[in-house]
């Protein structure tokens, strides 16, 4: 039996399986890993800035259209499309044999496929909001008001609702995370190396009978899983999701 096939017996037999997914999901629908981006010149403020410090909360404040630029330009992908591992887990969801999906993508390709039940760690590109008075946003409007948008209603600055270096993770978002990988049966982790905390902290949460880990390098975790595979995430999760729902 193929690694992809005893993947697929797992599922089959879960009643409550788990995705919790990190850059790897979204370089096959070619969107860049930011994390392996390189340092960049600012020439307007004359200084090199790396994608760290472009993607804070102290240079949004302090730089705000040098920060909707670098936004604009390596954030947002809206060709991208789901791929296969995308769609898979929604047709796992819809079988009811995928209870959630945790990312730490800001992509929304998981809705985009189908999915319902995702929480979304660091965010998405898809919501912005004023940081005045609150008001509501999307990433059209985000995109369009250039070079900073502000808020219609009061004039704030329009945020997109992503989580920049220095800012917390949202708490309600992170203890859904945790309650649906705790109750998980199966926990698949995908397209993460786990190196980036808090949100690698998660699966340490997880009590159920198999851990899987599909990701090209190897992390801490591995020790610990019942399967670890090495392949492209997208053909992975389809191949397995067949198997699991034939």
Avoid at 45 to 51: A, E, G, I, R
Wanted: with cysteine; proline share 3%.
């Amino acid at each position: 039996m193929t690694d992809v096939e005893r993947l697929g017996k797992i599922l089959s037999d879960s009643k409550c399986a788990v995705f919790f997914g990190g850059a790897g999901m979204s370089t096959e629908s070619g969107i860049p890993d930011f994390r392996s981006a390189n340092g960049i010149y600012n020439q307007k403020l004359n200084k090199t800035f790396s994608p760290e410090e472009m993607a804070s909360h102290n240079f949004f404040v302090k730089h705000p259209e040098e920060f909707f630029a670098f936004y604009r330009e390596r954030f947002v992908y809206l060709d991208a499309k789901p791929n296969a591992g995308h769609l898979a887990l929604a047709e796992l969801e819809r079988h009811g044999i995928l209870s959630a999906v945790v990312t730490q993508n800001i992509d929304g390709l998981h809705q985009v496929a189908g999915s319902k039940t995702v929480y979304e760690l660091h965010g998405s590109i898809r919501r912005s909001f004023c940081v005045k008075c609150g008001a509501r946003y999307d990433i059209e409007f985000v995109m369009k008001n250039i070079p900073v948008p502000h808020c219609e209603k009061c004039g704030g600055i329009v945020k997109p609702d992503v989580v920049l270096y220095g800012e917390s993770l949202d708490n309600e978002t992170i203890a859904n995370s945790i309650q649906a990988i705790a109750a998980a049966d199966t926990l698949i982790v995908g397209g993460t190396s786990l190196i980036v905390y808090p949100a690698a902290g998660l699966i340490d949460y997880f009590r159920g009978r198999h851990l899987i880990l599909i990701n090209k390098t190897a992390t801490h975790a591995d020790a610990e899983a019942e399967l670890v595979i090495r392949e492209n995430i997208g053909e992975t999760l389809s191949k397995a999701t067949k198997e699991a729902i034939a």
